[in-house]
């Protein structure tokens, strides 16, 4: 069983910076693909944010997010960020950190059997 543990998340301004951390104790954390999904306060499911492949080499990204956010992993340390830039409204949610063995499908909820609790990002204006 997979256990993630997200912090870093808060309250900031529009246009600041926050980095997320997703820690996954006691695990090979190499075995497992991992994501960051969020879902916003009026959104009944959550939205593809961000994913990195195993060894770090492929990121993926959604398009409201790319060229701002940016996912990495330090493998050694069994975690993985997202590092938030030039945060807008929008980006208001619960952030979720997600965990899969597998790539097919690295953008859909469904791949991923590990989640997070959640950590809330609330930019004002």
């Known amino acids: 069983h997979v256990q993630l543990e997200e912090s870093g998340g808060g309250l900031v301004q529009a246009g600041d910076t926050l980095t997320l951390a997703c820690v996954a104790p006691?695990?090979?954390?190499?075995?497992?693909?991992m994501a960051w999904f969020r879902q916003a306060p009026e959104k009944e499911s959550k939205g593809f944010v961000a994913?990195?492949?195993?060894?770090?080499?492929?990121?993926y990204y959604a398009d409201s997010v790319k060229g701002r956010f940016t996912i990495s992993r330090e493998n050694a340390k069994n975690t993985a960020y997202l590092e938030m830039n030039n945060l807008k409204l929008d980006d208001t949610a619960v952030y979720y950190c997600?965990?899969?063995?597998?790539?097919?499908?690295?953008?859909?909820?469904?791949?991923?059997?590990?989640w997070g609790q959640g950590t809330q990002v609330t930019v004002s204006s």
């Open positions: 997600a965990a899969a063995q597998g790539a097919d499908g690295v953008r859909s909820e469904a791949q991923y059997h590990y």
């Open positions: 994913a990195i492949s195993w060894t770090g080499a492929t990121t």
């Open positions: 006691g695990v090979t954390f190499i075995d497992y693909v």
